[in-house]
Structures are given as C-alpha cells and as structure tokens.
C-alpha cells in the first residue's frame, strides 16, 4: 500500500527468524540424547545447519541493503533518544553514589510520574530541581544525563559502546566479505 511507512525488508527479515529458531531447536531436540560418537540421529543436522546459515546470509545482504540506503536525520534521532528514555542512566548515576538500586528506582519512578504530569523531561530540569528532587543530585547530573553520555558509559562487548559496535560491525563486514567472495 502506498501509505505504508513500514520497513518491508526488515519485517521480511524479522520474519526468518522463526525458521532460523525451528532449525535450532530440531537440532537440540537431536543432540539432546546422544551419547558421544557418532550416531544416524546427526543425518538430521545439516538440514538446520546449512538452511540457517543460508537464511542469515540472505538477511544480512538484505539488512545491509537497507541500511546503505538510509538517509538519518540527525536532529530528529537525537529528540528521539533524549527525553525520559534516560531513567535507567539517571538510576545508575544514584547508584554510582550508593543508593540502592531499588530506591534509586523508586526515586527515578517518582520523578518521572511527576514529570509526565507536567510535560517535561529530564533536560528541562535545572540543578536544583534536580536537588530538590535528591540530595545526592550533584550539578554534574544535567551533563551526565545525555543521550551520548549514556552509549559511552557502556562497556561490555555487546554494548552500545562506539568501539563494541564498531568491532561488531567490522566482524559482520568480514563475514560478508568472505561470504561474497
């Protein structure tokens, strides 16, 4: 349909998942009994094997179509990513100064209620409304309560961190390479 603005491509994408999870779980179901050593049960595995390998490789072509030809508009990613989406940062900065998570939580919940009710977000907040707020709110908060503060905090390889996806991305470009090669 014209008016349609959904991602076609990726639903189709969204949609192989289902086979590729069949694969893998007719797979374990026969492994699941095996002693060690061969047996026949494994004439069943290539069929899961090579029919997922075969369903990814057709998905990351496709999502790297997709992707090549977007076009971001930086100013409305960035509206996007600000806002009360931050609760979680805000919770683990009053983590970072010893409260418990669970009160952190309920002091961020509380905060964000109240900000809802009025139509702002965490950005309008001046530092002593933050203060007000929790004494443990220092004026270090407005600038730690950013978007990029946010994916540079994290640190795990499977992070938002620049350097994990850069190091994820530049695995999935190799593998693409050698898949087309």
Not at 1 to 26: A, C, F, I, W, Y
Not at 87 to 103: I, K, M, Q
Request: a positive charge; proline letters at 4%; hydrophobic letters at 40%.
């Amino acid at each position: 349909m014209p008016q349609k603005k959904n991602p076609d491509p990726l639903e189709l994408v969204r949609g192989k998942s289902g086979r590729t999870l069949g694969h893998l779980v007719g797979l374990l179901t026969a492994l699941k009994g095996l002693p060690t050593g061969y047996n026949k049960d494994l004439q069943e595995d290539k069929e899961a094997v090579f029919g997922s390998e075969d369903t990814l490789t057709g998905c990351l072509v496709t999502v790297r179509a997709v992707v090549n030809g977007l076009t971001l508009n930086r100013s409305r990613a960035a509206a996007a990513a600000a806002g009360l989406l931050l609760a979680t940062d805000v919770a683990d900065y009053l983590v970072g100064r010893g409260v418990p998570f669970r009160r952190a939580h309920e002091i961020v919940g509380s905060l964000v209620r109240r900000l809802v009710a009025e139509g702002r977000d965490f950005s309008s907040l001046s530092a002593t409304e933050w203060r007000a707020e929790n004494e443990l709110f220092d004026d270090d908060v407005v600038a730690r309560v950013t978007p990029r503060v946010s994916v540079l905090a994290k640190r795990t390889p499977q992070s938002t961190a620049p350097a994990a996806v850069e190091a994820r991305l530049g695995e999935v470009r190799d593998w693409l390479a050698s898949r087309q090669g």
